[in-house]
């Protein structure tokens, strides 16, 4: 059974960087093409904003790279330099995007909230799961092991597979909210638009990985605790 937690781990990390590597190609790709609007990312966010009637939520640069997201907690879309001041479709797809997700939390989307909810407990739980399960598989010297311990740490991880699966449709509807913007504002033109809607399909597929490893790593703990709970 530890041998099929190493295949699933392994499969779904080749995966997962197959999907981050086409997520970098394409944002390079579509870093080279401008809009038609020659709007900033920085620009087309607060346009956004604007016209969401959101005049609460600022717009600020910070570092790194595809480093974007937005703050429930101080309210500010925090755009990456090459978002923040490019005028391509790669910045109009993830300014718009992050605009998304303030959206979401001026509208009380109820997948945003659930989520928020479980951040304390995925805290916790993404930090002790692995560990408790180790021990209650009683791997690296962990003793013989103990179906209870083990049975605490799927717990722990299934929390962390629920707030995976909850990420998902917070992640697809702020895409949607921010592609149905970008042409009805026209800020992006038709094959633009096209560009940008394949640019973030890529960014959801990193999401939509993560979340199919959760579940199947979660099920073959299920099947080993089963399997020693009858022994």
Known sequence: MTLG??????????????????????????????????????????????????????????????????????????????????????????????????????????????RSKLVPAVQISSSLSQWVIIAGLGMFGFGGGNPTILLIGIVLFAVTTLFSLITLPVELDASARALKWLDTAHITKTAEHQQAKDALKWAALTYVIAALASIAMLVQYILIYQSRTRD
Request: one cysteine or more; aromatic letters at 10%.
């Open 5 to 114: 937690i190493m295949l699933i781990s392994g499969f779904f990390m080749l995966l997962g960087m197959f999907v981050q590597f086409r997520l970098k190609s394409k944002f390079n790709q579509y870093s080279q093409v401008l809009t038609s609007s020659r709007m900033s990312g920085k620009e087309i966010a607060e346009k956004m904003l604007r016209d969401n009637v959101i005049y609460d939520v600022k717009v600020i640069s910070v570092d790194g790279f595809l480093s974007d997201h937005y703050n429930p907690v101080n309210k500010t879309i925090n755009l990456s330099s090459a978002v923040y001041e490019g005028r391509t479709v790669a910045a109009a797809a993830v300014a718009a995007h992050e605009c998304g997700h303030a959206l979401q939390h001026a509208r009380s989307y109820s997948m945003l909230q659930l």
